[in-house]
């Protein structure tokens, strides 16, 4: 039994969530909208403000699928009506980046900018030239772009420069002694 595909997903004020017969899921809000289709083992359906979701058979792969898709559903649906964001900080003597139209330039030590290709439904936002900030409607979108602007340089656990998550530990090693 898959207790969280059991949950219904509360659809708030301003949201339309559509599930057609094949499957596909449409959520639209203030924000923006959505489109995902349903495995084939499960089922769908809207009622009272609540999406609930249903699956055929009892195997361990649809009530594998059940949990996953009854997730995918609720960051949907509060993907267009509040959205997501990331946060990472940027450390490092002259590290920094900056926002020129659609790319990110990031400064990163290295011999030559890094310019990063910021997609379509990704708003990024850089303030002290250090911090970045990520924020989109589709969750999986904005934690994938979070990880390949940190992938540039991760944080060294020497000194501790590069891109991290805001609010991420680094464990330090200890340098060379000299006796």
Do not use: C
Request: charged fraction near 25%; hydrophobic fraction near 35%.
């Amino acid at each position: 039994m898959s207790r969280i595909g059991n949950k219904a997903v509360e659809i708030p004020a301003k949201v339309k969530v559509n599930i057609d017969t094949n499957g596909a899921v449409s959520v639209e809000g203030p924000k923006g909208k959505l489109t995902w289709t349903l495995p084939r083992e499960i089922k769908g359906s809207v009622a009272d403000n609540r999406v609930s979701l249903a699956r055929e058979a009892e195997t361990r792969s649809a009530k594998a699928l059940h949990g996953l898709s009854r997730a995918l559903v609720h960051n949907m649906v509060q993907g267009v009506s509040e959205g997501f964001s990331k946060q990472l900080e940027i450390e490092g003597v002259g590290f920094k980046a900056a926002v020129q139209g659609a790319k990110l330039n990031l400064s990163l030590g290295f011999s030559h900018p890094i310019l990063f290709s910021i997609p379509k439904d990704i708003k990024i936002t850089v303030t002290e030239n250090t911090k970045i900030d990520i924020q989109g409607i589709d969750k999986k979108l904005v934690g994938q772009v979070a990880a390949d602007i940190r992938r540039f340089y991760p944080p060294e656990p020497y000194k501790g420069k590069g891109v991290r998550y805001a609010g991420e530990q680094i464990r330090r090693k200890e340098g060379k002694t000299v006796q």
